[in-house]
């Protein structure tokens, strides 16, 4: 058996290896074409530290948004046995599917100044595009789903005979979410934050549609590109890749660490039994 499965394992190994030097090599050339002096000069021009602070700010606060009203959503979706379930979770997978421009556009309908909910906040002088709101609307669009996701299969992953033993115990829904269903959860959980938050930081597409002032890194890279051409660029984009190298580092780093709860027995949950 194991040397009817040698050769099978050899061709898809070329096979994988031709698509993951497709996906590695430019990353790879931009490393080996860096001149990091010079890119550190660039990076610490106004304009770079400035849209760094804007994406920094406004991805802190998509995720803080995203985590706070997507990690219940997707204990619903894992615990809520809802009807229709499947379309429900195509909804949320939706978003992460429509090109980032198409998002913009779709945002802009709504939120913009003549949009469905920003016409009647136009006339009261509360715009939401064009500025920090805009850049975080179009951050949640794109990178929310990744939490509820991350959510729901983390809470999905849950022995549900911990929570049957904690609700026969006399635990509330409430308290079997805090005290056994998140804790469980909560490492893939981050992973997908992780994730989340770098999409929202290298997010181009809807932002430049709805909200290209104040620069995001992503729109200040296409600034630079389009000024100065690949040279100016440059610098912005090693940037971005470590920002997303670190960001999956720590992603991986969380997922290990879903095993946390192997293990557990039904008596740690006990009331009053909590170390």
């Given at each position: 058996?194991k040397?009817?499965?040698?050769p099978t394992?050899?061709i898809?190994?070329?096979?994988?290896?031709?698509l993951?030097?497709?996906?590695l090599?430019?990353?790879?050339?931009?490393?080996?074409?860096?001149?990091?002096?010079?890119?550190?000069?660039?990076?610490r021009?106004?304009?770079?530290?400035?849209?760094l602070?804007?994406?920094?700010?406004?991805?802190?606060?998509?995720?803080a948004?995203?985590?706070?009203l997507?990690?219940?959503l997707?204990?619903l979706?894992a615990?809520?046995?809802?009807?229709?379930?499947?379309?429900?979770?195509?909804?949320?997978?939706?978003?992460m599917?429509?090109?980032?421009?198409?998002g913009?556009?779709?945002?802009?309908?709504?939120?913009g100044?003549?949009?469905?909910?920003?016409k009647p906040?136009?006339?009261?002088?509360i715009?939401?595009?064009?500025?920090?709101v805009g850049?975080?609307?179009?951050?949640?669009?794109?990178?929310?789903?990744?939490?509820?996701v991350?959510?729901?299969a983390?809470?999905?992953?849950?022995d549900?005979k911990?929570?049957m033993?904690?609700?026969t115990l006399?635990?509330?829904?409430?308290?079997?979410?805090?005290?056994?269903?998140l804790?469980?959860?909560?490492?893939?959980?981050?992973?997908?934050?992780?994730?989340a938050?770098?999409?929202?930081?290298?997010?181009f597409?809807?932002?430049?549609?709805?909200?290209?002032?104040p620069?995001?890194l992503?729109?200040?890279?296409?600034v630079?590109?389009?000024?100065n051409?690949l040279?100016?660029a440059l610098p912005?984009?090693?940037?971005?890749?470590?920002?997303a190298?670190?960001a999956?580092?720590?992603?991986?780093?969380?997922?290990?660490?879903?095993?946390?709860?192997?293990g557990?027995?039904?008596?740690?949950?006990?009331?009053?039994?909590?170390?």
């Amino acid at each position: 058996m194991k040397r009817s499965l040698k050769p099978t394992f050899v061709i898809f190994g070329l096979l994988g290896g031709l698509l993951l030097l497709d996906l590695l090599l430019p990353i790879v050339n931009l490393l080996i074409y860096a001149d990091w002096s010079s890119w550190m000069v660039a990076l610490r021009e106004p304009g770079a530290g400035k849209a760094l602070r804007t994406s920094a700010l406004t991805s802190a606060i998509s995720v803080a948004i995203m985590t706070f009203l997507g990690v219940p959503l997707g204990y619903l979706l894992a615990r809520g046995r809802l009807p229709f379930q499947r379309f429900w979770m195509g909804l949320v997978f939706l978003p992460m599917v429509v090109p980032g421009l198409a998002g913009g556009i779709l945002l802009l309908l709504t939120f913009g100044p003549n949009g469905m909910i920003g016409k009647p906040l136009d006339s009261w002088d509360i715009a939401l595009t064009n500025n920090f709101v805009g850049i975080v609307l179009a951050q949640l669009f794109v990178s929310a789903p990744f939490v509820i996701v991350s959510a729901y299969a983390g809470f999905a992953g849950v022995d549900s005979k911990l929570e049957m033993a904690a609700a026969t115990l006399g635990d509330s829904r409430w308290d079997i979410f805090r005290r056994i269903s998140l804790p469980l959860a909560w490492p893939g959980i981050a992973a997908g934050i992780t994730l989340a938050w770098i999409r929202a930081l290298g997010e181009f597409g809807a932002t430049l549609i709805v909200a290209y002032n104040p620069h995001t890194l992503p729109v200040y890279l296409w600034v630079r590109f389009e000024s100065n051409g690949l040279t100016g660029a440059l610098p912005v984009a090693l940037l971005l890749v470590l920002l997303a190298a670190g960001a999956v580092a720590i992603s991986m780093f969380l997922s290990h660490l879903t095993g946390y709860g192997e293990g557990v027995g039904v008596r740690d949950y006990i009331p009053g039994r909590q170390t």
